[in-house]
Structures are given as structure tokens and as C-alpha cells.
């Protein structure tokens, strides 16, 4: 496991967006997984749970004209996101993409939102191959937003949850999310020298 120096003084902070619009959805135990992991690492996570942020639709007049954005969900949503050295992007999929309710909040962040950080996606679908597709599509945006997507990525179905506990069940969805959390750790290290000091 990678350990992680807090090489500026601060302990790294990763913001986990869970956009599921289900309240029993299964990529918010999968995150939940993740962001436990990340605190083994000593990382300080903050958990953002879509269904909890009050977002207006995209203002697109306010956003082409830049300043202060006039809606407060979104000032909230990008204030997170500039708090945070890495962050990790959670999913349910529907028509074999990631959540309408992930995609409008991501709209309301500006270009350069993810410059620097590094993100991990993980995404749960009726099908691993569903899940793949939306965590494929993920990656789009984030280049999209300036970020950088880690290499492993986390793709589950129902099937990997114990149905009674919720627990993930041992094997290689718990192998890949502890290797996406030592990539994230270690490329948020790598980035760390062009982190604007806190
Ligand atoms: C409208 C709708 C569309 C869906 N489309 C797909 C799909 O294209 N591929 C797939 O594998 N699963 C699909 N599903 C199944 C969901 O991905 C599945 O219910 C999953 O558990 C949702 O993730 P969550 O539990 O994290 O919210 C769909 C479900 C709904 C309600």
C-alpha cells in the first residue's frame, strides 16, 4: 500500500461525489468502501451525495459571463471541488451511461475545475460491462474539466454485494478499488509540488 506523505504540511483531502439519484443504490456503498480505504491512508474525505445538494438547472447565461455564480448548490459544489487535491467520482448507470443527476452537476463546474487532480471512477450497473461503458464515458469529462483519471477504475453489478449485509463481497472489486485508491493517492502525491497551498 503506498503511504502517503503530506509533503505540504496538510493532509491530502479527496471529495467523493456519489451521483446516484437511488437512496439505496449500491455505488454509494461501493463509495463508501472507497472513501474508508482512502482514510487508511490518512487522506481527509469528503463525501458529497448529489441527492443532498440543492442544484437549480444550469444558469448558462451565468455561467458564460464568469464571477461569482448566482446559484448557491453550485457555489457549494465548486467550493468542494477547489478544496480538494483529488477526487472521486461515483456512479449508477442508466442507458448504459453514468447518472443525468452526476452529468448536470458536473456541468455547472468551470473548464479548469479538475487541474491537478487526479480522479478515480468507479460506477455500479445491472451489468460489469454497463458499469465499464459509464466509467469509459467518465473519463471524457474529466479531461473535459482539466482533471486526470486514474487507470483503474471500479465497475460493479449487484452482484458483487452481499445482498443481507450490503458488504462487498471479497474479490475483484475490492482488489480494484484498493489499487484505484493507491493510484490516486500516489498520482495526488506526484501532483502535490503544483497544489496551491491551503
Ligand atoms: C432507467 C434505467 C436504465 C438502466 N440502464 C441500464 C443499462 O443501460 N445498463 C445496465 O447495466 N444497467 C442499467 N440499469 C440498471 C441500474 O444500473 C442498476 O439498477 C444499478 O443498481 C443502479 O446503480 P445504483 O444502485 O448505484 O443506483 C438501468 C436502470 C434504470 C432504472
Redesign the pocket.
Known amino acids: 500500500m503506498v503511504d502517503p506523505q503530506p509533503s505540504k504540511g496538510y493532509p491530502v483531502k479527496i471529495l467523493c461525489i456519489l451521483g ?3 437512496p ?5 456503498r461501493l463509495a463508501t468502501a472507497v472513501a474508508d480505504r482512502l482514510r487508511v491512508h490518512d487522506c481527509e474525505v469528503d463525501l458529497l451525495d448529489l441527492r443532498d445538494l440543492p442544484l437549480a438547472m444550469l444558469d448558462t447565461e451565468a455561467y458564460g459571463r464568469g464571477g461569482v455564480y448566482p446559484h448557491e448548490g453550485a457555489r457549494e459544489l465548486r467550493a468542494r471541488v477547489a478544496a480538494a487535491d483529488g477526487v472521486v467520482l461515483a456512479t ?5 451511461s453514468y447518472s443525468g443527476l452526476l452529468k448536470s452537476a458536473l456541468d455547472h463546474l468551470e473548464a479548469d475545475a479538475f487541474e491537478n487532480k487526479p480522479v478515480a471512477l468507479l460506477a ?4 460489469e ?3 465499464t461503458i459509464a466509467c469509459e464515458h467518465l473519463r471524457s469529462v474529466v479531461k473535459a474539466l482539466s482533471g486526470w483519471a486514474v487507470p483503474m477504475q471500479v465497475a460493479s ?2 452482484a458483487d454485494f452481499d445482498q443481507e449485509t450490503g458488504q462487498i463481497k471479497p474479490g475483484n472489486v475490492v482488489r480494484r478499488c484498493e489499487i484505484m485508491c493507491d493510484e490516486l493517492v500516489k498520482f495526488i502525491e506526484a501532483f502535490s509540488s503544483l497544489r496551491v497551498p491551503r
Open positions: 446516484s439519484p437511488s439505496a443504490a449500491w455505488s454509494r449508477s448507470v442508466f442507458h448504459s455500479n450497473a445491472g451489468s460491462r454497463g458499469a453489478s449487484q
